[in-house]
């Protein structure tokens, strides 16, 4: 085994563990924050209690919620302006991926200039970002934890990825407790995104034994607790919840992702579709197109579903593959491409533009456009 190298914020995870926010901000060296989150969650109370604990600990905020889902450039560069204009030291979020990758570009171009498509793909970043604290409000995005931010360029209708170890903010802080507000809809959506992760990180070409643990782990969690969490919300699985989508996160933080996110980030640019609900559709389907190169390692992923392993590795892969098919139909949620794409003329169109994101060269098998057109059709 060669070198590893494995990155993680400093992670504060618990019931009540919001609370640590004032300090760790007062730790960071924070006087104004600029506090990131997204209209949505103004409801919800949460962003209340942060201006309350930020009160409390006598420091003072800018906030900016002009975030929409699938961020867009021109919103992370106002940010930024309305960052320096300010005067702020410090970016803190509450939210899901939108707002979390959103403060991530903002802290970016803030400090480093330019537009943030100018950093698109990996290591563009020269000059270090001003601290970052994230409270993740779903459990999946993982951006609390990840080297990922994932920005749309309006120009040429494509998300964008940005991946630096500098953007693995400094303080993550997951509070369980903020699930309980989330719709069944959004706890799906944000639990099979954080299962796509593990199972991209764990076929990875650049997995390593320390990141498929998390994997693993994750996979094993969002099987098991995701059904219990819609069916009583109870805290305790809500939390398993919170631990797999972080779990997760460290594993793709660290071995990247696959075809199945190239794709999804192509159809969210050009669709502004719900990136949580792409994976269904496309993660068995990507699964099997994979299967040649990684046979082991998805039978590892079937033996995790299934519980238990069968006469072969590829028995195991192919059986729990068909297990996790089973799964996302019994979550009542949309498993063809039809479902969620108006116009099938734009389909070559995607597969093209998923051909350039950085998420395709850690996948175990190259893939064409035209292989992706296979499998967008056989999911269509
Ligand atoms: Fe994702």
Redesign the pocket.
Known sequence: MGVLKFSVPEIFFGRGSLKYTGMCARRLGAEKIFFVSDPGLEKSGWIDQVFEILDKEGLKWVYYSDISPNPRDWQIEKGALLYKKHGCDVVLTLGGGSPMDAAKGIALVASNGGRVNDYEGANRIQLPLPPMIFIPSTAS?GSDISQFAIITDMERQVKMSIISRTLVPNISIVDPALLVTKSRELLIAAAV?AL??AVEAHVSRIASPMTEVHSLKAIELIVKYLPLALENRSMDHLEKLSMAGTSAAMAFSNASLGLD?AL?HSLGGMLDAV?GTIHPILLPQVMRYNLSECTDKIAQIGEVVLGRSLESPLATALAGIEQLEGYFQSLGVATRLRDIVPDRSVLPQICKMATYDSCLLSNPRKATAEDMMQICNGVW
């Open positions: 995005s995104d796509s992760h996110h999804a990136h």
